[in-house]
T-cell receptor
């Protein structure tokens, strides 16, 4: 069985400061990992994914994530947060060969001006 | 423009009154799926379909039905809605070919309230 944990319900940062949203996963095989963002009253937007290769993945809106196999983590990062980054962020995992996407509970990010 | 389109976006209905939430994608995707989003639980898969006439249960299928008669459409049917089905519903799709690392695309969501 596959699962995702997002240990923080909320993350609060000041604009211009680094932003990190944590994610750990569990799969039986090798993982495909994804980050999605949900703005208020909107659908889920794809940010980035790790399939294979370089452990540092760059995505949309200046976000990046680092895959760490030994720690089974895939933390989302942004060097300098913007107020417009305030949203709900979801980490998700797929096991190789499985099309089911399992989501974490989500982390609400608030960036204050 | 590549899209997953859901309708209705907002619906208030009464217990027991059958309803259908439609989903359509224009990307020729083989794989389609329905999720529900509840606070503190993230998104949970209800049903999925790997291709036309092929559907299977996800994690929370009770109280729902689906059909896949055409590749582009994947409606979600609530035969007898109950208040515990009040939720935000998302339809999603992706290509099936190649590795399952294909990105899944989501619709805008359908807010359903059952009173």
């Amino acid at each position: 069985a596959q699962s995702v944990a997002q240990p923080e319900d909320q993350v609060n940062v000041a604009e211009g400061n680094p932003l990190t949203v944590k994610c750990t996963y569990s799969v039986s095989g090798n993982p495909y990992l994804f980050w999605y963002v949900q703005y208020p009253n909107r659908g889920l937007q794809f940010l980035l994914k790790y399939i294979t290769g370089d452990n540092l993945v760059k995505g949309s809106y200046g976000f990046e994530a680092e895959f760490n196999k030994s720690q089974t983590s895939f933390h989302l990062k942004k060097p300098s947060a913007l107020v417009s980054d305030s949203a709900l962020y979801f980490c998700a995992v797929r096991d190789i060969g499985d099309y089911k996407l399992s989501f974490g509970a989500g982390t609400t990010v608030t960036v204050r001006a | 423009e590549a899209q997953v389109t859901q309708n209705p976006r907002y619906l208030i209905t009464v217990t027991g009154k059958k309803l259908t939430v439609t989903c359509s994608q224009n990307m020729n995707h083989e794989y389609m799926s329905w999720y529900r989003q509840d606070p503190g639980l993230g998104l949970r898969q209800i049903y999925y379909s790997m291709n036309v006439e092929v559907t299977d249960k996800g994690d929370v299928p009770e109280g729902y039905k689906v059909s896949r008669k055409e590749k582009r459409n994947f409606p979600l049917i609530l035969e007898s809605p109950s208040p515990n089905q009040t939720s935000l519903y998302f339809c999603a799709s992706s290509h099936k070919s190649g590795a399952s690392g294909n990105t899944i695309y989501f619709g805008e969501g359908s807010w359903l309230t059952v009173v």
